[in-house]
């Protein structure tokens, strides 16, 4: 039997039907369709998400990134763990999301091996109306069929 420090948690990536996941070549991309936020997980936050199973410790996941070349594993795998939280990618018990103690940036500030290194990629998706046209204007010729949702103010902006 294996004891763990105090610090080691047990990680749970947060997995759910609203999460769309797709590996390509060694990243995984994630799009969460209640957010409307997509996450472009690189190789070693890959690892470390698809790690995150609720069994395999901090420990245990820092020297598997440090078997892959890594120097300081513990400290890329706390870097990594605050983004994937700050992107709402690790659960709780009970299915909650989980959100790091640890924001990114004093992650990033603690983590001298790994300074600069982005591991999470994220973006939220507009919503459709947005898309109609630049800063929400209708196109010459009043309320476009892509705005009709939306309405027309009669100054040619959606409303």
């Known amino acids: 039997m294996s004891h763990q420090r105090s610090s080691d948690t047990l990680p749970r990536s947060r997995r759910s039907e609203a999460l769309l996941v797709e590996r390509v070549n060694d990243e995984v991309l994630i ?18 998400w698809e790690r995150c199973d609720g069994k395999t410790s901090v420990t245990a996941l820092a020297a598997e990134v440090e078997a892959r070349g ?6 890329v795998v706390d870097a990594a763990l605050a983004e994937l939280a700050a992107a709402n990618l690790l659960a709780e018990a009970g299915g909650r999301a989980r959100r790091s103690a640890m924001s990114r940036r004093r992650a990033m500030l603690t983590v001298g091996a790994v300074a600069g290194a982005v591991f999470v990629q994220s973006l939220v998706a507009p919503p459709a109306w947005a898309g109609c046209s630049p800063a929400g204007t ?22």
């Open 31 to 48: 799009f969460d369709t209640t957010s409307q936020a997509g996450h472009c997980l690189n190789a070693t936050a890959a690892l470390v």
């Open 70 to 75: 890594h120097a300081d594993g513990r400290a």
């Open 138 to 159: 209708i196109p010459l010729g009043g309320c476009g069929n892509c705005c009709n949702h939306r309405g027309c103010n009669g100054m040619g902006k959606c409303i």
